[in-house]
């Protein structure tokens, strides 16, 4: 499966319709990993933006992002709005670096579907809790916000489509596969949740997971059924056609 940084630059390229010519491979298989020296030893997702350019890498979702909102400044990548800018760069830089339970512990797996005793330890429940304020307190300032320049909310946590929803991206999948707890969730969080699930360009990041699940070559075996040895724990796969119920 793609990994999680990489699926924030793929959705956020899909989304604002920005050309590229896409290359994965398995960064656990070396047989697979190119076999250009200047590669080696690199992070992973990286962003080459002239084809005939070898040595122009961009690395790290983040960096990459950031490139492409002063590549494509037309596009409005982060809010147009100074403040809400702000606000988003500050929930998308604690994605960024923190809530490491979470992403140590639930990998991310795009067509999995853990069900049963899930185990959930407190530190992960902490992340959770905070993951779902950061949410919270994006839309509740984005609407004050957008009130008071009189412009329109489209319902992403900063109005339109930014970075910072791509950088949450992943983990609203982690949330699908392992059935973490939305408990305490607010109706703005859960609002923001069905927007990201329902939206066209979602829906086909999610179809093009299954497709991408079918190559053999792109499966991980340490992100398959990491709970197999923990009892009261299932592991299946969800269906094509499953949809986000917020109630």
Known sequence: MAQSWTARVVLLLDF???????????IY??????????????????????????????????????????????????????????????????????????RNT???????RYTGDIPINDTAKKEIA???GIWYHARIQTKTRLAELGEKDHGF???????ADAFFWPVLWRFRSYQLPLDNITEDALQWMNTMWGHPVMLAQARG?????KDAATRVDKFD????????????????????KSG
């Open 29 to 102: 298989d070396s047989a697979s990993r190119p076999s250009d020296k200047y590669l080696e030893g690199r992070l992973v997702p990286m962003l080459q933006p002239i084809a005939s350019d070898s040595s122009f890498i961009i690395e790290d979702s983040l960096a990459i992002c950031e490139y492409l909102a002063e590549a494509f400044p037309d596009r409005n990548l982060w809010p147009r709005d100074d403040r809400l800018r702000a606000f988003a760069r500050s929930a998308a830089a604690q994605m960024h670096a923190g809530f490491n339970e979470l």
């Open 16 to 26: 604002f319709e920005i050309p590229y010519s896409p290359r994965y491979y398995n």
């Open 225 to 244: 059924d990491i709970f197999k040895h923990v009892p009261g724990v299932h592991y299946g796969h969800f269906d094509q056609d499953w949809s986000f």
């Open 157 to 163: 946590l900063f109005g339109s489509f930014s970075i």
């Open 130 to 132: 905070k993951m779902l």
């Open 106 to 112: 639930y990998h991310t797996n795009f067509v999995a």
């Open 209 to 213: 997971y299954f497709e991408q699940a």
